[in-house]
């Protein structure tokens, strides 16, 4: 491979060969009889699903390890255990996108068809996602049985599952069909559900694999969990805000999540700061595909200045975050936060 420690876009690409030389050992996995259609109906899976996203996730196991090395340069084997770290985070993310587009009957993701959507896949879509999630413990057993943190990058794996999975579900539960009640939705839902369902596996967990890397017990980081969490939480309060306020250009999608009737944080808060009648409005509106319902709803946000509350909650939630991570006892680890805390404040998309 060439030069696996050069710049972040080299990062990129060796990042990307990665996957190749992944790709092709769970191909050729000796625990199952491939035929030529099995293994091509895989490689387009995963091709299709795997590699399509920002990549953020995966390649912040590596940046991470790198900060908690301090500047010594990483070994070439130590860059392809990061990027496999890296690319099973993109694998679960792959995994849940795949049922989630089932799930909500979502038309496109990352610009394309949703994987079920495409011609002749369909339900098998199913079965694609649980592969998926099975390919996570064959790429762990392949690079990482003889290591002494491969339990714990198991036991890592699973509990970010379950937790993912338990958020989806209060998520779904929510806001089933028929169901429709605006009043069940409040800042403390809307932070479990952000919390479960995004927070863990986008922010803690390339945090926690670049610890078990580095030779860290997590049991003794509890502090950088609770501070990655909080950026979770931040960041999708964000997102919320970005979806209706943010330029569809800059973002990439047209934001949906009014017609959804999403517990966005957005609602919550307008539930909290409207009077009367203009929870009258929200209680009507919020919720339908028409556009004049949309409208309305955004209306009444720009007449309550969500704008404001939100660059409020921007600037109070930097500050706590940033108070939190200089209270920590090691430089390494504040750089790894504050790396992560950097990319994502006052983003526009």
């Not at 696996?4 to 190749?20: C, H, I, K, P, Q």
């Not at 590596?62 to 908690?68: A, F, T, V």
């Not at 921007?314 to 108070?323: P, R, V």
């Amino acid at each position: 491979m060439a030069n696996l420690n050069g710049a972040t876009s080299d990062l990129r690409e060796t990042f990307l060969v990665v996957y190749s030389v992944l790709k092709s050992e769970l191909l050729n996995d000796p625990a199952f009889e491939w035929t030529d259609g099995s293994r091509q109906w895989v490689e387009r899976m995963l091709d299709y699903n795997v590699p399509g996203g920002k990549l953020n996730r995966g390649l912040s196991v590596i940046d991470s390890y790198k900060l908690l090395k301090e500047g010594k340069g990483l070994t070439e084997d130590e860059v392809i255990l990061a990027s496999a770290l890296g690319w099973c985070i993109e694998w679960l993310q792959a995994y849940f996108l795949v049922l989630d587009d089932i799930m909500d009957n979502s038309h496109t993701r990352r610009g394309q068809p949703c994987w079920y959507r495409v011609p002749k896949v369909g339900m098998i879509a199913i079965n694609d996602g649980i592969i998926l999630r099975n390919h996570i413990p064959r790429i762990l057993k392949k690079h990482f049985r003889g290591k002494p943190y491969y339990v714990d990058l198991l036991d890592l794996f699973n509990e970010v599952e379950f937790q993912t999975a338990s958020g989806q579900m209060i998520d779904l539960i929510t806001t089933i069909e028929g169901e429709k009640d605006l009043s069940k939705y409040s800042l403390p839902l809307h932070r479990r559900i952000v919390q479960y369902k995004t927070a863990y596996y986008s922010f803690y967990l390339p945090v926690a694999c670049a610890l078990l890397m580095a030779g860290e017990n997590l049991e003794k980081h509890t502090t950088v969990k609770d501070v990655l969490i909080d950026m979770g939480i931040y960041f999708q309060v964000q997102d919320d805000y970005l979806d209706c306020f943010g330029e569809p250009e800059k973002i990439g999608k047209i934001g949906t999540d009014i017609e959804d009737f999403k517990c966005s944080w957005l609602v919550v808060k307008a539930l909290e700061l409207c009077n009367d009648e203009q929870k009258k409005i929200l209680f009507e509106h919020y919720g339908k595909e028409n556009s004049a319902d949309v409208a309305k709803i955004k209306a009444l946000y720009n007449e309550i200045n969500l704008e404001g509350v939100f660059a409020e909650f921007e600037s109070k939630s930097y500050e706590k975050i940033t108070g939190s991570i200089e209270a920590h006892p090691s430089k390494a680890v504040q750089a790894v936060l504050k790396s992560f805390l950097g990319k994502i404040y006052k983003r526009q998309k």
